[in-house]
């Protein structure tokens, strides 16, 4: 089972940032594509974003098309998601999955697998 950890989520008031960090453990994220996933309360499981295993291509969905981005450092085993001018509805438990992902133009999903805990972010002022 490929383990990875999220984290960097918080508390921040509508138009401020935050970065997420999604950190594999026990194995090398090197030869991975990564996917980033939220879920908000009462609202089933969405897509948010997905970046190639050398990064050299990268999906968003439509909501966050030009405020979000995502990156990789593979020589720190971790994928991260910088999340500009959010909004209340950014709202959610984020998630990164590194198995079982459709990436394509604005589509990311991920066809089951389990889910690690996530990190909480709630944009509220």
């Known amino acids: 089972q490929l383990q990875l950890v999220e984290s960097g989520g918080g508390l921040v008031q509508p138009g401020g940032s935050l970065r997420l960090s999604c950190a594999a453990s026990?194995?090398?994220?090197?030869?991975?594509?990564i996917g980033w996933f939220r879920q908000a309360p009462g609202k089933e499981r969405e897509g948010v974003s997905c970046?190639?295993?050398?990064?050299?291509?990268?999906n968003y969905v439509h909501s966050v098309k030009g405020r979000f981005t995502i990156s990789r450092d593979n020589a720190k085993n971790t994928v991260y998601l910088q999340m500009n001018s959010l909004k209340p509805e950014d709202t959610g438990v984020y998630y990164c999955?590194?198995?079982?992902?459709?990436?394509?133009?604005?589509?990311?999903?991920?066809?089951?697998?389990?889910w690690g805990q996530g990190t909480q972010v709630t944009v509220s002022s």
């Open positions: 970046i190639s295993s050398g990064g050299g291509s990268t």
């Open positions: 999955a590194a198995d079982r992902l459709l990436c394509y133009s604005d589509y990311v999903r991920r066809l089951g697998g389990s």
């Open positions: 026990g194995f090398t994220l090197d030869y991975y594509a």
